[in-house]
């Protein structure tokens, strides 16, 4: 059997929240590269860069090492942008930083105004120097196995197929500290299947593909890294079939319809996708959602319409994304548009309807086995929170 590759730890961090890096001997990861500066400090902005050394030679992401005092870049500050906190500035002008990072980059002191050191809630006058020497420092993390319930739906050596309940994130995020990492699908399957596929990272053993936090429904996980690169060939190709049952406001005025837009960051509310253009005018990625009307509710709560939803790709966000653009969010998601508390029309004074998640459920999925080749299908049904309130609205 041919050797099997050297596999290299990866530096841990997302590229949307930038200037982060896991200490792993001295790789560091940098996220802003000289074409970022152009897209990210236009003329109109409240700061001029005064100098940038030591910028990458080219746009795309590259590890080098670099001293702890290497200066990244300098900016500073205009009349204009006088009042604003100082993090708060820093997130607007930095297009592919958060402002979480912003914050941690402050409080590591790897944040300068005037030479001294400064407090996230600063605020500017305009006319600082404000010079960032540094990248955010987290400690390396690993999933790690919690004895938390699962709903495990089909297993054998290679896969299992797992119905995620909503409220549980499916791994921790990079940003986290291990305290805030507990309680995830990751550590779950860690306790009840053991050693799972590498492929992923440390963070997300045996994870192909997630559902978002608030949603709920089947999801695939692989076993080992000989079946996690052929399970992921298959997203990839879009032989994966995904079907979601979704509640949506509103009535769609067509029994059927597709959505073709694409999906990027939203370059002021990082947390958030968006259909229009990303940081710097750049378009997102493609993104193909296609609808199909079950049911349209008109009851004393108002209008709704339960959608069957089937997806080409598989974008962060993409079915919320792409329904909000439409004008029909999905019910409970507050994220997106939806209203948190659904009054009844019929008597102002009853209790207001309201889910304390996303009506959004993976409720089929198909795939081919990475070993048999055999053709799988599975199906949920939508779980009680879900068909309670249903009921409810459609009264």
């Known amino acids: 059997m041919p050797k099997e590759p050297r596999r290299v730890p990866t530096v841990l961090g997302r590229v949307q929240n930038g200037l982060v890096t896991r ?36 746009a795309s992401i590259q590890s080098r090492s670099v001293a702890e005092n290497t200066t990244i ?3 500073v500050v205009l009349p204009q942008a006088a009042g604003k906190r100082l993090d708060q500035w820093l997130a607007s002008e930095l297009a592919e930083v958060s402002r979480v990072r912003v914050q941690q980059l402050i409080e590591q002191h790897k944040v300068s105004v005037n030479g001294g050191a400064a407090k996230p809630s600063l605020r ?10 540094g990248q955010v420092e987290l400690p390396p993390l690993r999933a790690f196995a919690e004895d938390i319930a699962l709903d495990i739906v089909y297993e054998d050596n290679d896969v299992a197929v797992i119905n995620k309940p909503a409220g549980m994130v499916v791994h921790a995020g990079s940003g986290k500290n291990e305290a805030e990492s507990r309680g995830t699908l990751v550590n779950a399957l860690l306790h009840r299947l053991g050693p799972l596929s590498q492929v992923g990272g440390d963070l997300r053993p045996g994870i192909v593909h997630r559902l978002d936090k608030q949603t709920s429904g089947l999801l695939v996980v692989a076993k080992n890294d000989v079946a996690h690169r052929k399970l992921a060939r298959q997203f990839a190709a879009r032989q994966v079939k995904k079907t979601y049952l979704a509640l949506v406001h509103g009535e769609m005025k067509k029994p059927r319809g597709t959505i073709d837009l694409p999906i990027g960051r939203d370059p002021v509310r990082r947390a958030r996708m968006t259909t229009r253009a990303t940081a710097g005018g750049r378009p997102g990625r493609s993104a193909v959602t ?19 939803i089937k997806i080409e790709t598989g974008r962060t966000h993409q079915i919320r994304v ?44 198909e795939f081919r086995h990475p070993t048999s080749n055999a053709p799988l299908s599975f199906q949920q049904p939508k779980p009680q929170e879900l068909e309670s309130f249903f009921l409810r609205i459609a009264e």
């Open 23 to 58: 200490p792993r001997g001295s790789v560091f990861l940098w996220l802003l590269s000289r074409s970022s500066q152009r897209s990210a400090f236009p003329p109109q902005h409240s700061s001029q860069i005064r100098s940038v050394p030591r910028l990458m030679r080219n």
């Open 73 to 75: 870049r300098t900016l």
């Open 124 to 133: 500017l006058r305009g006319g600082e120097n404000i010079v960032i020497s």
């Open 322 to 365: 792409h329904l909000a653009s439409i004008g029909h969010p999905i019910v409970g998601d507050t994220v997106y548009g939806a209203p948190k508390n659904i009054s009844c029309y019929s008597s102002p004074a009853s209790k207001p309807a309201s889910l304390e998640r996303n009506f959004l459920h993976a409720s089929a999925i």
């Open 290 to 308: 296609h609808w199909t009307v079950l049911r349209k509710i008109a009851g004393k709560f108002g209008k709704f319409s339960l959608l069957e």
